[in-house]
């Protein structure tokens, strides 16, 4: 059980559009989901922590009009990048907290290129 | 000072070697500690969770934390090829929907 899933795995695009990156949680509700970055060599920077039905909390430096957060449902939580630049070429990582418990499980991550 | 502080290695093991990592941190009111693996390009997997102080035990893993001292380690008994990757120490406050405050990771490669 705790599977967290993200998709696309790998999304190559051209500057100035925006991408939309999916986390879902198959086996279990999560009532907090995180969005992390990261880039090579280094540790998972937080970005936000998203509360199902409610506004997402975002972490200092990080843009909230460019990083848009959407946690519709207790497996559902999604980030859109949007005007994206190189500068948002990155590694990025949910996690899923299974409600009742302080765990993370993290999804195996989406490999983002803006061209 | 960082929150959490973890050497980035790299660490390089022959096959069958015990491997020790650690972590140290600074918040004394952090009750859950955690290690997470992640292969490359991959996102992290759940190790081992504890809460407090204490030892744990799974497999060839054991994870240690002395909250006294503010350090918390992972040892790797017999260690293979495929344990190759990095690890990450992990740890929160408690409460779901905590922050998780990570280590920078350190980079271990088990060589045949």
């Known amino acids: 059980g705790a599977v967290v899933s993200q998709h696309p795995s790998r999304v190559i695009c051209k500057s100035g559009t925006s991408v939309k990156i999916e986390c879902r949680s198959l086996?279990?509700?999560?009532?907090?989901m995180f969005w992390y970055r990261q880039f090579p060599k280094k540790s998972l920077m937080l970005m936000a922590t998203?509360?199902?039905?409610?506004?997402?909390?975002?972490e200092q430096g990080v843009e909230k009009d460019k990083f848009l957060i959407n946690h519709a449902s207790l497996t559902l939580s999604t980030l859109t990048v949007t005007s994206a630049h190189p500068e948002d070429s990155s590694f990025y990582i949910c996690?899923?907290?299974?409600?009742?418990?302080?765990?993370?499980?993290f999804g195996p991550g989406t490999r983002l290129t803006v061209l | 000072q960082k929150e959490v502080e973890q050497d980035p290695g790299p660490l390089s093991v022959p096959e069958g070697a015990i491997v020790s990592l650690n972590c140290t941190y600074s918040?004394?009111?952090?009750?859950?500690f955690m290690w997470y693996r992640q292969y490359s390009r991959k996102g992290p997997e759940l190790l081992m969770y504890?809460?407090?102080?204490g030892n744990k035990e799974d497999g060839r893993f054991t994870a240690q934390v002395d909250k006294s001292s503010k350090y918390i380690s992972l040892f790797i008994r017999d260690s293979q090829p495929s344990d190759s990757a990095t690890y990450l120490c992990a740890m929160s406050r408690g409460n779901t929907g905590n922050q998780f405050y990570f280590g920078t990771g350190t980079s271990l490669t088990v060589i045949p």
């Open positions: 918040n004394s009111a952090f009750q859950y």
């Open positions: 504890t809460y407090s102080s």
């Open positions: 996690s899923a907290n299974r409600q009742g418990l302080n765990e993370q499980f």
């Open positions: 998203s509360n199902e039905g409610s506004k997402a909390t975002y």
């Open positions: 086996d279990f509700q999560a009532t907090t």
